[in-house]
């Protein structure tokens, strides 16, 4: 095994003993705007620097706890922090997550974000199911000649769950950039010819690691901001907060009623 795959054994062996829970269902990463919702569900926490691979959060807006949150279906969702390509960490940081869910028992990640939209229409705190997307990282999770298919990376199993929950969910294509300088105009214009709908900085990536290792992955994108040229003015991290903000209560509670309506669906 690589010494990525260990390091991950070893997170979730940690989570197993410190928690007490020996089956994690379910894994959620939590992005900018979304980490305020499912709090009050927090059944176990710790700080992730204790836990194997895990750092103290660098980023205004996320997290630096590992928590579990315990469904009414009985079912434990293991909340996990999200480490970004631009932090600096490499690829194998970005990836810890979905390599210590699938080692937790975990058979569903959910991903969430906070990105950028390219249709002038949509508002602040709206939510989208991601269906598929473009990696604009020049980079991979994966090591070596494996070999991972990416048709249906984004279950569409899990999608109709989701539309069920919410009949008004559109669905969109998500650019992953490296960041974490937002994108130029001519840079999303380019998005928006070659198929894509939303820009941002993470999933992409977390999701093709997720595929890898035999994860069913869900991905909800909050529009915080229209992206750089969408509409007059600037993007800025405050604006990305404040829109996170607005959108929260509605969103943790799609978030949490998604969460109890996977664990009832669990394959
Ligand atoms: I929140 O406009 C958030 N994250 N790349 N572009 C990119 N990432 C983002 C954006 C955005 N907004």
């Given at each position: ?27 959620l990463?939590l992005g900018s705007g979304w980490l305020k919702t499912l709090t009050g569900k927090i ?20 997290s630096?706890?590992?928590s579990?949150i315990?469904l ?5 969702v293991?909340v ?30 959910v991903?969430t974000?906070g ?10 705190g709206?939510v ?37 929950i919410d ?53 909800l994108?909050m ?20 829109a996170g903000k607005a959108g929260e209560q509605r969103n943790g509670e799609l978030l949490a009623e998604l969460c109890e ?7």
């Open positions: 095994m690589s010494k990525a795959f260990e390091l991950a054994e070893q997170a979730a062996n940690f989570i197993r003993a410190e928690s007490g829970i020996p089956q994690h269902e379910l894994a990463c059944t176990w926490s710790i700080d992730a620097d204790k836990v194997p691979g895990y750092r103290t959060a660098e980023v205004e807006g996320f630096s706890q590992i579990t315990t009414d279906s009985g079912k434990h293991l996990l922090p999200r480490t970004h390509l631009y932090q600096g960490y490499g690829v194998e940081a970005v990836a810890h997550p979905a390599r210590t869910a699938a080692a937790a028992g975990a058979k569903i990640m991903l974000n990105a950028g939209g390219l249709n002038p229409n949509w508002k602040p709206q989208f199911l991601i269906s598929d997307h473009i990696n604009l990282t020049a980079t991979s999770p994966i090591e070596g000649a494996k070999f991972v298919d990416l048709t249906d990376m984004y279950s569409p199993r899990l999608r109709n769950i989701a539309k069920q009949p008004t969910l559109e669905e969109v294509v998500y650019a992953q950039f490296r960041g974490p300088h937002y994108e130029s105009p001519a840079e999303v214009k380019m998005v928006g010819i070659v198929g894509g709908h939303m820009v941002g900085m993470s999933t992409a990536l977390e999701t093709i690691a997720a595929r890898e290792v035999g994860l069913e992955v869900i991905a994108s529009q915080t901001n229209p992206a750089a040229g969408v509409v007059a003015g600037g993007v800025s991290h405050e604006h990305v907060l404040a309506a996977l664990s009832n669906h669990l394959e």
